[in-house]
Protein backbone atom coordinates (compact mmCIF):
# COMPACT_ATOMS: atom_id res chain seq x y z
CA UNK A 1 0.00 0.00 0.00
CA UNK A 2 1.36 3.43 -1.23
CA UNK A 3 2.45 6.59 1.32
CA UNK A 4 -1.42 7.95 1.92
CA UNK A 5 -1.38 11.14 0.84
CA UNK A 6 0.40 10.71 -2.41
CA UNK A 7 -1.95 8.29 -4.29
CA UNK A 8 -4.24 9.27 -6.93
CA UNK A 9 -6.92 7.21 -7.84
CA UNK A 10 -10.87 6.52 -8.07
CA UNK A 11 -12.69 4.94 -5.48
CA UNK A 12 -16.36 3.58 -5.47
CA UNK A 13 -19.05 3.48 -2.54
CA UNK A 14 -22.37 2.19 -3.26
CA UNK A 15 -25.60 3.68 -0.92
CA UNK A 16 -29.22 4.41 -1.09
CA UNK A 17 -30.82 7.29 -1.03
CA UNK A 18 -34.66 8.27 -0.65
CA UNK A 19 -36.81 10.16 -3.18
CA UNK A 20 -39.82 10.63 -0.79
CA UNK A 21 -41.11 7.02 -0.21
CA UNK A 22 -39.06 5.32 -3.27
CA UNK A 23 -35.53 4.47 -2.48
CA UNK A 24 -32.58 4.65 -4.97
CA UNK A 25 -29.07 2.89 -5.32
CA UNK A 26 -26.37 5.59 -5.36
CA UNK A 27 -23.31 4.88 -6.36
CA UNK A 28 -20.41 7.37 -4.74
CA UNK A 29 -17.27 7.58 -6.55
CA UNK A 30 -13.87 9.59 -5.47
CA UNK A 31 -11.80 10.81 -7.22
CA UNK A 32 -8.58 12.16 -6.10
CA UNK A 33 -5.91 13.64 -8.47
CA UNK A 34 -3.28 16.29 -9.18
CA UNK A 35 -4.02 19.86 -8.52
CA UNK A 36 -5.00 22.86 -6.05
CA UNK A 37 -5.95 21.21 -2.76
CA UNK A 38 -9.99 21.32 -2.50
CA UNK A 39 -12.97 19.27 -2.02
CA UNK A 40 -16.14 19.46 -3.85
CA UNK A 41 -19.74 17.35 -3.94
CA UNK A 42 -21.30 17.06 -6.96
CA UNK A 43 -24.80 15.19 -7.94
CA UNK A 44 -27.75 17.87 -7.18
CA UNK A 45 -26.69 17.63 -3.79
CA UNK A 46 -28.27 20.21 -1.07
CA UNK A 47 -27.02 22.25 2.28
CA UNK A 48 -26.79 19.42 4.52
CA UNK A 49 -24.69 17.36 1.41
CA UNK A 50 -22.35 20.13 1.23
CA UNK A 51 -21.64 20.69 4.61
CA UNK A 52 -20.74 17.16 4.33
CA UNK A 53 -17.06 17.92 3.75
CA UNK A 54 -16.06 19.72 6.65
CA UNK A 55 -17.51 16.77 8.53
CA UNK A 56 -15.87 13.78 6.22
CA UNK A 57 -12.47 16.00 6.28
CA UNK A 58 -12.53 16.13 10.13
CA UNK A 59 -13.98 12.71 10.18
CA UNK A 60 -11.22 11.19 8.52
CA UNK A 61 -8.51 13.07 9.90
CA UNK A 62 -9.74 12.21 13.85
CA UNK A 63 -9.52 8.34 12.88
CA UNK A 64 -6.14 8.25 12.66
CA UNK A 65 -6.24 8.17 9.02
CA UNK A 66 -4.96 10.59 6.15
CA UNK A 67 -7.44 13.23 4.31
CA UNK A 68 -5.45 13.77 1.21
CA UNK A 69 -3.84 17.29 0.26
CA UNK A 70 -4.60 16.93 -3.48
CA UNK A 71 -8.12 17.94 -5.20
CA UNK A 72 -10.93 15.50 -3.84
CA UNK A 73 -13.91 15.29 -6.05
CA UNK A 74 -17.20 12.83 -5.17
CA UNK A 75 -19.83 12.60 -7.40
CA UNK A 76 -22.85 10.83 -6.25
CA UNK A 77 -24.86 9.34 -9.05
CA UNK A 78 -26.99 9.52 -11.11
CA UNK A 79 -26.30 13.15 -11.20
CA UNK A 80 -30.33 14.11 -11.90
CA UNK A 81 -31.31 12.72 -8.80
CA UNK A 82 -32.39 14.91 -5.71
CA UNK A 83 -30.12 13.96 -2.95
CA UNK A 84 -30.52 14.86 1.00
CA UNK A 85 -29.85 14.40 4.34
CA UNK A 86 -26.68 12.79 6.16
CA UNK A 87 -26.63 9.49 5.41
CA UNK A 88 -23.92 9.90 2.38
CA UNK A 89 -21.21 10.67 5.13
CA UNK A 90 -19.83 7.52 5.30
CA UNK A 91 -19.94 6.49 1.88
CA UNK A 92 -18.36 9.38 1.10
CA UNK A 93 -15.26 9.10 3.38
CA UNK A 94 -15.10 5.34 2.31
CA UNK A 95 -14.58 6.47 -1.17
CA UNK A 96 -12.22 9.34 -0.62
CA UNK A 97 -10.22 6.23 1.93
CA UNK A 98 -10.30 3.71 -1.38
CA UNK A 99 -9.46 6.39 -3.82
CA UNK A 100 -6.26 6.90 -1.56
CA UNK A 101 -5.45 2.87 -1.18
CA UNK A 102 -6.45 3.63 2.64
CA UNK A 103 -9.09 0.84 3.30
CA UNK A 104 -9.55 -3.02 1.42
CA UNK A 105 -12.09 -2.62 -0.90
CA UNK A 106 -12.95 -6.29 -1.56
CA UNK A 107 -15.88 -5.72 0.68
CA UNK A 108 -16.89 -2.47 -1.12
CA UNK A 109 -18.59 -3.94 -4.23
CA UNK A 110 -21.74 -6.18 -2.40
CA UNK A 111 -22.22 -3.57 0.21
CA UNK A 112 -24.19 -0.47 1.14
CA UNK A 113 -23.21 2.18 3.96
CA UNK A 114 -25.46 4.45 6.06
CA UNK A 115 -24.63 6.88 8.47
CA UNK A 116 -23.78 10.52 9.33
CA UNK A 117 -20.50 11.31 10.66
CA UNK A 118 -19.50 13.36 13.88
CA UNK A 119 -16.30 15.32 13.51
CA UNK A 120 -14.67 12.49 15.73
CA UNK A 121 -15.61 10.03 13.10
CA UNK A 122 -18.31 8.65 15.16
CA UNK A 123 -21.70 7.41 13.20
CA UNK A 124 -24.42 8.70 14.21
CA UNK A 125 -27.97 7.53 13.12
CA UNK A 126 -30.37 8.66 10.16
CA UNK A 127 -33.76 8.61 8.50
CA UNK A 128 -35.37 5.91 6.33
CA UNK A 129 -33.04 3.04 6.69
CA UNK A 130 -35.57 0.26 6.60
CA UNK A 131 -36.68 1.36 3.32
CA UNK A 132 -33.49 1.48 2.06
CA UNK A 133 -31.90 -1.14 2.94
CA UNK A 134 -34.89 -2.76 1.45
CA UNK A 135 -34.13 -1.38 -2.03
CA UNK A 136 -30.52 -2.13 -1.54
CA UNK A 137 -31.29 -6.27 -0.56
CA UNK A 138 -33.70 -5.82 -4.23
CA UNK A 139 -30.64 -4.53 -5.87
CA UNK A 140 -28.75 -7.92 -4.96
CA UNK A 141 -26.56 -6.16 -2.31
CA UNK A 142 -25.89 -8.80 0.39
CA UNK A 143 -24.54 -6.97 3.24
CA UNK A 144 -25.45 -3.37 4.80
CA UNK A 145 -23.46 -1.20 7.48
CA UNK A 146 -25.19 1.19 9.50
CA UNK A 147 -24.73 2.88 13.01
CA UNK A 148 -25.47 1.08 15.98
CA UNK A 149 -28.60 3.29 16.71
CA UNK A 150 -30.22 1.92 13.34
CA UNK A 151 -28.84 -2.01 13.54
CA UNK A 152 -32.22 -3.03 15.07
CA UNK A 153 -34.53 -0.69 12.53
CA UNK A 154 -31.86 -2.33 9.69
CA UNK A 155 -32.18 -6.48 11.09
CA UNK A 156 -35.98 -5.53 9.97
CA UNK A 157 -34.67 -6.43 6.17
CA UNK A 158 -34.49 -10.28 5.63
CA UNK A 159 -32.08 -11.83 3.95
CA UNK A 160 -29.18 -9.03 4.26
CA UNK A 161 -26.20 -9.40 6.08
CA UNK A 162 -26.59 -5.96 8.71
CA UNK A 163 -23.82 -4.67 10.76
CA UNK A 164 -23.66 -1.60 13.32
CA UNK A 165 -20.49 0.26 13.76
CA UNK A 166 -19.79 2.70 16.08
CA UNK A 167 -16.56 4.69 14.21
CA UNK A 168 -15.50 5.28 10.90
CA UNK A 169 -11.99 3.27 12.09
CA UNK A 170 -14.26 0.03 13.21
CA UNK A 171 -15.39 -0.12 9.13
CA UNK A 172 -12.43 -0.12 7.85
CA UNK A 173 -10.91 -2.31 10.06
CA UNK A 174 -14.07 -4.47 9.33
CA UNK A 175 -13.05 -3.60 5.63
CA UNK A 176 -9.42 -5.12 6.21
CA UNK A 177 -10.91 -8.23 8.23
CA UNK A 178 -9.47 -7.26 12.02
CA UNK A 179 -13.37 -6.56 13.35
CA UNK A 180 -16.44 -7.47 13.45
CA UNK A 181 -19.75 -5.63 13.38
CA UNK A 182 -22.57 -5.48 15.91
CA UNK A 183 -25.80 -7.12 15.15
CA UNK A 184 -29.29 -7.86 16.60
CA UNK A 185 -28.81 -10.75 19.00
CA UNK A 186 -31.48 -13.39 19.81
CA UNK A 187 -31.47 -12.29 23.44
CA UNK A 188 -32.92 -8.88 22.13
CA UNK A 189 -36.33 -8.54 24.15
CA UNK A 190 -39.54 -6.97 22.21
CA UNK A 191 -41.04 -4.64 24.55
CA UNK A 192 -44.64 -4.59 25.18
CA UNK A 193 -46.88 -2.49 22.82
CA UNK A 194 -47.84 0.97 24.22
CA UNK A 195 -51.18 1.32 26.59
CA UNK A 196 -54.26 1.75 24.81
CA UNK A 197 -56.97 2.80 27.47
CA UNK A 198 -59.90 0.29 27.60
CA UNK A 199 -63.73 0.80 25.89
CA UNK A 200 -65.15 -0.38 29.24
CA UNK A 201 -64.32 3.42 31.04
CA UNK A 202 -66.88 4.80 28.36
CA UNK A 203 -70.60 4.46 30.32
CA UNK A 204 -73.06 4.03 28.52
CA UNK A 205 -73.66 5.83 24.65
CA UNK A 206 -74.22 2.49 23.03
CA UNK A 207 -75.05 3.45 19.81
CA UNK A 208 -71.73 5.56 19.17
CA UNK A 209 -69.77 2.52 20.52
CA UNK A 210 -71.55 0.57 18.06
CA UNK A 211 -70.68 2.50 15.46
CA UNK A 212 -67.08 2.44 16.84
CA UNK A 213 -66.94 -1.10 16.15
CA UNK A 214 -68.36 -1.27 12.69
CA UNK A 215 -65.65 1.42 11.49
CA UNK A 216 -62.69 -0.86 13.03
CA UNK A 217 -64.30 -3.77 11.46
CA UNK A 218 -64.01 -2.35 7.70
CA UNK A 219 -61.87 0.44 8.43
CA UNK A 220 -64.71 3.06 7.84
CA UNK A 221 -64.37 6.55 8.58
CA UNK A 222 -66.75 8.25 11.29
CA UNK A 223 -67.82 11.56 12.58
CA UNK A 224 -69.43 11.95 16.27
CA UNK A 225 -71.35 15.23 17.06
CA UNK A 226 -72.53 15.95 20.47
CA UNK A 227 -71.87 18.39 23.47
CA UNK A 228 -68.70 18.83 24.84
CA UNK A 229 -67.35 16.30 27.90
CA UNK A 230 -69.84 13.56 27.00
CA UNK A 231 -67.17 11.17 25.73
CA UNK A 232 -66.11 12.01 21.93
CA UNK A 233 -62.37 11.77 22.27
CA UNK A 234 -62.55 9.07 25.22
CA UNK A 235 -64.29 6.81 22.69
CA UNK A 236 -61.62 7.59 19.56
CA UNK A 237 -58.60 7.42 21.71
CA UNK A 238 -59.59 4.00 22.72
CA UNK A 239 -60.37 2.47 19.30
CA UNK A 240 -56.61 1.47 18.57
CA UNK A 241 -57.38 -1.10 21.49
CA UNK A 242 -59.80 -2.97 19.69
CA UNK A 243 -58.44 -2.93 16.33
CA UNK A 244 -56.36 -6.02 15.29
CA UNK A 245 -52.65 -6.06 14.85
CA UNK A 246 -51.27 -5.37 11.62
CA UNK A 247 -49.84 -8.04 9.63
CA UNK A 248 -46.64 -7.96 8.83
CA UNK A 249 -46.18 -6.71 5.32
CA UNK A 250 -48.54 -3.81 6.59
CA UNK A 251 -46.02 -3.44 9.88
CA UNK A 252 -42.93 -2.94 7.57
CA UNK A 253 -45.01 -0.64 5.69
CA UNK A 254 -45.78 1.42 8.26
CA UNK A 255 -42.63 1.51 10.04
CA UNK A 256 -40.85 2.57 6.58
CA UNK A 257 -42.89 5.61 6.91
CA UNK A 258 -42.20 6.49 10.60
CA UNK A 259 -38.59 5.97 9.31
CA UNK A 260 -38.15 8.32 7.08
CA UNK A 261 -40.93 10.93 9.61
CA UNK A 262 -37.72 10.17 12.44
CA UNK A 263 -40.31 8.60 14.56
CA UNK A 264 -39.80 5.25 15.46
CA UNK A 265 -38.38 4.01 19.31
CA UNK A 266 -35.29 3.06 19.93
CA UNK A 267 -34.18 -0.43 20.04
CA UNK A 268 -37.38 -1.68 19.14
CA UNK A 269 -38.22 -0.46 16.19
CA UNK A 270 -41.24 -2.22 14.31
CA UNK A 271 -44.82 -0.77 14.55
CA UNK A 272 -47.39 -4.04 14.86
CA UNK A 273 -50.30 -2.26 16.18
CA UNK A 274 -52.29 0.16 14.36
CA UNK A 275 -50.65 3.88 14.87
CA UNK A 276 -52.92 6.70 15.92
CA UNK A 277 -52.16 10.25 14.70
CA UNK A 278 -54.58 12.94 16.68
CA UNK A 279 -53.03 16.52 15.34
CA UNK A 280 -54.06 19.71 17.14
CA UNK A 281 -57.14 21.38 15.37
CA UNK A 282 -55.04 24.26 14.56
CA UNK A 283 -52.88 22.08 12.40
CA UNK A 284 -51.99 23.30 8.35
CA UNK A 285 -52.53 21.42 5.36
CA UNK A 286 -48.99 21.43 5.13
CA UNK A 287 -48.57 19.21 8.67
CA UNK A 288 -51.93 17.25 7.61
CA UNK A 289 -50.49 16.13 4.59
CA UNK A 290 -46.30 16.47 4.32
CA UNK A 291 -44.15 19.06 3.38
CA UNK A 292 -40.82 20.75 3.98
CA UNK A 293 -38.35 22.22 1.73
CA UNK A 294 -36.64 20.14 -1.66
CA UNK A 295 -38.98 17.15 -1.18
CA UNK A 296 -41.66 16.79 0.95
CA UNK A 297 -41.61 14.68 4.55
CA UNK A 298 -44.21 12.61 5.44
CA UNK A 299 -47.78 14.51 6.97
CA UNK A 300 -49.99 13.22 10.02
CA UNK A 301 -52.19 11.33 7.19
CA UNK A 302 -48.83 9.22 6.22
CA UNK A 303 -47.85 8.47 9.71
CA UNK A 304 -51.21 7.52 10.13
CA UNK A 305 -51.33 4.53 7.27
CA UNK A 306 -53.15 1.39 8.22
CA UNK A 307 -54.36 3.49 11.64
CA UNK A 308 -56.20 6.07 13.18
CA UNK A 309 -56.11 9.76 12.03
CA UNK A 310 -58.31 11.80 14.55
CA UNK A 311 -59.71 14.92 14.32
CA UNK A 312 -60.95 16.47 17.76
CA UNK A 313 -62.87 20.04 17.32
CA UNK A 314 -62.73 19.46 13.91
CA UNK A 315 -65.17 22.29 13.51
CA UNK A 316 -61.97 24.65 14.44
CA UNK A 317 -59.90 24.16 11.43
CA UNK A 318 -60.12 25.99 8.48
CA UNK A 319 -62.36 24.58 5.75
CA UNK A 320 -59.53 24.11 3.13
CA UNK A 321 -57.73 21.92 5.57
CA UNK A 322 -60.30 19.79 5.88
CA UNK A 323 -60.82 19.76 1.93
CA UNK A 324 -57.17 19.16 1.41
CA UNK A 325 -58.14 15.55 2.95
CA UNK A 326 -60.89 14.74 0.13
CA UNK A 327 -57.92 13.22 -1.97
CA UNK A 328 -56.03 10.89 0.68
CA UNK A 329 -59.15 9.38 1.18
CA UNK A 330 -60.53 8.94 -2.12
CA UNK A 331 -57.43 6.84 -3.62
CA UNK A 332 -55.29 6.08 -0.16
CA UNK A 333 -51.72 7.67 -0.85
CA UNK A 334 -51.22 11.45 -0.97
CA UNK A 335 -49.02 13.76 -3.80
CA UNK A 336 -47.47 16.31 -2.23
CA UNK A 337 -45.45 18.66 -4.87
CA UNK A 338 -42.14 20.77 -3.73
CA UNK A 339 -39.28 22.09 -5.87
CA UNK A 340 -36.96 18.67 -6.07
CA UNK A 341 -40.27 16.93 -6.93
CA UNK A 342 -43.60 15.31 -6.63
CA UNK A 343 -43.45 13.15 -2.97
CA UNK A 344 -46.24 10.12 -3.43
CA UNK A 345 -46.76 8.72 0.77
CA UNK A 346 -49.37 5.82 1.35
CA UNK A 347 -52.24 7.34 3.22
CA UNK A 348 -54.95 4.75 3.96
CA UNK A 349 -55.57 5.80 6.89
CA UNK A 350 -59.26 5.92 8.78
CA UNK A 351 -60.09 9.04 9.66
CA UNK A 352 -62.14 9.78 12.88
CA UNK A 353 -63.80 13.18 13.36
CA UNK A 354 -65.42 15.04 16.56
CA UNK A 355 -67.01 18.13 16.72
CA UNK A 356 -69.43 20.31 19.11
CA UNK A 357 -72.94 20.82 17.15
CA UNK A 358 -72.03 24.82 17.87
CA UNK A 359 -70.23 27.34 19.08
CA UNK A 360 -71.37 27.83 22.56
CA UNK A 361 -71.35 23.89 23.18
CA UNK A 362 -73.85 23.97 25.69
CA UNK A 363 -74.28 20.85 28.16
CA UNK A 364 -77.88 20.54 26.59
CA UNK A 365 -79.31 21.57 23.43
CA UNK A 366 -82.60 23.73 25.12
CA UNK A 367 -79.77 26.12 26.67
CA UNK A 368 -77.92 26.26 23.33
CA UNK A 369 -77.78 30.50 22.31
CA UNK A 370 -76.90 30.33 18.73
CA UNK A 371 -78.70 31.07 15.58
CA UNK A 372 -79.44 28.84 13.03
CA UNK A 373 -76.81 30.47 10.90
CA UNK A 374 -74.43 30.33 13.84
CA UNK A 375 -75.16 26.78 14.28
CA UNK A 376 -74.87 25.62 10.08
CA UNK A 377 -71.93 28.07 9.64
CA UNK A 378 -70.08 26.23 12.33
CA UNK A 379 -70.15 22.51 11.19
CA UNK A 380 -70.18 24.25 7.43
CA UNK A 381 -66.83 23.70 7.26
CA UNK A 382 -67.48 20.48 6.59
CA UNK A 383 -67.89 20.41 3.10
CA UNK A 384 -70.84 18.32 1.34
CA UNK A 385 -67.54 16.33 -1.13
CA UNK A 386 -65.74 15.87 2.40
CA UNK A 387 -68.84 14.43 4.01
CA UNK A 388 -69.68 12.16 1.00
CA UNK A 389 -66.05 10.07 2.10
CA UNK A 390 -67.43 9.98 5.42
CA UNK A 391 -68.93 6.73 6.02
CA UNK A 392 -70.79 6.77 9.84
CA UNK A 393 -72.66 10.11 11.42
CA UNK A 394 -73.45 9.41 14.99
CA UNK A 395 -74.98 12.29 17.29
CA UNK A 396 -74.56 11.52 20.98
CA UNK A 397 -76.36 12.29 23.39
CA UNK A 398 -75.45 12.91 27.49
CA UNK A 399 -76.05 9.29 29.37
CA UNK A 400 -78.65 9.57 32.19
CA UNK A 401 -77.73 9.19 35.73
CA UNK A 402 -78.64 5.32 36.02
CA UNK A 403 -76.13 4.76 33.34
CA UNK A 404 -73.46 6.96 34.69
CA UNK A 405 -74.07 4.99 38.41
CA UNK A 406 -74.59 1.38 37.16
CA UNK A 407 -73.60 0.51 33.58
CA UNK A 408 -71.36 -2.36 33.20
CA UNK A 409 -69.63 -1.49 29.89
CA UNK A 410 -68.11 -4.44 27.03
CA UNK A 411 -64.17 -4.45 27.81
CA UNK A 412 -61.70 -3.77 24.64
CA UNK A 413 -60.87 -7.38 24.41
CA UNK A 414 -64.18 -8.54 24.10
CA UNK A 415 -65.30 -6.35 21.16
CA UNK A 416 -61.57 -6.71 19.60
CA UNK A 417 -62.68 -9.98 19.22
CA UNK A 418 -65.76 -9.53 16.96
CA UNK A 419 -63.76 -6.89 15.00
CA UNK A 420 -60.97 -9.41 14.58
CA UNK A 421 -63.06 -11.97 13.75
CA UNK A 422 -64.78 -9.76 10.65
CA UNK A 423 -61.92 -8.34 9.51
CA UNK A 424 -60.69 -12.28 8.84
CA UNK A 425 -63.70 -12.88 6.68
CA UNK A 426 -63.14 -9.63 4.88
CA UNK A 427 -59.44 -10.85 4.18
CA UNK A 428 -60.57 -13.85 3.11
CA UNK A 429 -63.24 -12.64 0.69
CA UNK A 430 -61.13 -10.20 -0.92
CA UNK A 431 -57.36 -11.74 -0.64
CA UNK A 432 -57.45 -12.61 -4.20
CA UNK A 433 -58.02 -8.97 -5.39
CA UNK A 434 -55.12 -7.75 -2.48
CA UNK A 435 -58.12 -5.62 -0.67
CA UNK A 436 -57.27 -5.92 3.08
CA UNK A 437 -60.82 -4.56 4.41
CA UNK A 438 -63.93 -3.59 2.93
CA UNK A 439 -63.69 -0.02 2.91
CA UNK A 440 -60.42 -0.52 0.06
CA UNK A 441 -62.87 -2.66 -1.95
CA UNK A 442 -63.58 -0.26 -5.51
CA UNK A 443 -66.96 0.59 -6.27
CA UNK A 444 -66.99 -1.15 -9.88
CA UNK A 445 -66.04 -4.29 -7.78
CA UNK A 446 -69.13 -4.09 -5.99
CA UNK A 447 -71.64 -2.89 -8.59
CA UNK A 448 -70.18 -5.78 -11.30
CA UNK A 449 -68.54 -8.95 -9.66
CA UNK A 450 -69.89 -8.65 -6.25
CA UNK A 451 -73.20 -7.23 -7.08
CA UNK A 452 -76.02 -7.56 -5.20
CA UNK A 453 -79.47 -9.17 -5.37
CA UNK A 454 -82.14 -6.63 -6.72
CA UNK A 455 -84.68 -6.87 -3.66
CA UNK A 456 -81.16 -6.21 -1.67
CA UNK A 457 -80.42 -2.40 -3.32
CA UNK A 458 -83.69 -1.13 -3.27
CA UNK A 459 -83.42 1.31 -0.58
CA UNK A 460 -80.44 2.28 -2.43
CA UNK A 461 -82.31 2.67 -5.77
CA UNK A 462 -84.85 4.50 -3.14
CA UNK A 463 -81.92 6.98 -2.04
CA UNK A 464 -80.64 7.80 -5.17
CA UNK A 465 -84.23 8.49 -7.18
CA UNK A 466 -85.17 10.88 -3.69
CA UNK A 467 -81.56 12.56 -3.85
CA UNK A 468 -80.36 11.65 -0.94
CA UNK A 469 -77.22 9.93 -1.93
CA UNK A 470 -74.70 10.69 -4.61
CA UNK A 471 -73.02 7.42 -6.50
CA UNK A 472 -70.24 7.88 -4.31
CA UNK A 473 -72.68 7.63 -0.83
CA UNK A 474 -74.35 4.39 -2.81
CA UNK A 475 -70.60 2.97 -3.34
CA UNK A 476 -69.65 3.56 0.33
CA UNK A 477 -72.98 2.12 1.55
CA UNK A 478 -72.52 -0.67 -0.05
CA UNK A 479 -69.34 -1.10 1.51
CA UNK A 480 -70.31 -0.43 5.27
CA UNK A 481 -73.40 -3.20 4.60
CA UNK A 482 -70.75 -5.48 3.72
CA UNK A 483 -69.12 -5.35 7.51
CA UNK A 484 -72.65 -5.12 8.82
CA UNK A 485 -72.53 -8.67 7.15
CA UNK A 486 -69.18 -9.80 8.27
CA UNK A 487 -70.32 -8.70 12.07
CA UNK A 488 -73.15 -10.67 11.81
CA UNK A 489 -70.90 -13.61 10.12
CA UNK A 490 -73.81 -13.58 7.39
CA UNK A 491 -73.02 -14.35 3.79
CA UNK A 492 -73.54 -11.34 2.07
CA UNK A 493 -75.47 -8.34 3.19
CA UNK A 494 -79.32 -8.25 2.48
CA UNK A 495 -81.75 -5.04 2.57
CA UNK A 496 -81.80 -4.77 6.21
CA UNK A 497 -78.22 -4.30 5.90
CA UNK A 498 -78.25 -2.06 3.28
CA UNK A 499 -81.25 0.06 4.79
CA UNK A 500 -78.92 0.22 7.87
CA UNK A 501 -75.86 1.50 6.04
CA UNK A 502 -77.62 4.48 4.83
CA UNK A 503 -79.24 5.43 8.42
CA UNK A 504 -75.77 5.81 9.34
CA UNK A 505 -74.90 8.38 6.62
CA UNK A 506 -78.16 10.59 7.53
CA UNK A 507 -76.88 14.07 7.60
CA UNK A 508 -79.18 15.17 10.38
CA UNK A 509 -77.04 13.48 12.53
CA UNK A 510 -74.60 16.51 12.69
CA UNK A 511 -76.82 19.12 10.99
Not at 108 to 135: I, M, S
Not at 168 to 188: K, N, P, Q
Not at 194 to 220: C, F, K, T, Y
Amino acid sequence: MSEPGLVTGLGRVHSVGLNAFVARQIEIQANVGHGLPGFAVTGTVDASLREARDRVRAAISNSTLKFPDMKVTVSLAPADLPKAGSSFDLGMALAILAATEQVTTTRLHHTVFLGELGLDGGLRPVRGVLPALKRARDCGFTHAVVPIPNIAEAALVADLDVGGAHTLREVVRWLAGDHVLDTVTESDSVPPPPEVADMADVVGQAEARHALEIAAAGAHHVLMTGPPGIGKTMLARRLPGILPALCPEESLEVTAIHSIAGTLRAGHPLITDAPFVAPHHTTTATALLGGGTGLARPGAVSRAHRGVLFLDECAEMGAKVLDSLRQPLEEGEVRVSRRDGVATYPSRFQLIMAANPCPCAPAHDIDCVCSAVARRRYLGKLSGPLMDRVDIRVHMDPPGNTALMNSVEESSATVRERVSRARATAIERWSEHGWLTNAEVPGSALRQRFRLSPKALRPIELFLRDGRVTARGADRAIRLAWTLADLKQGSEPGETEIAEALLYRDRRGYR
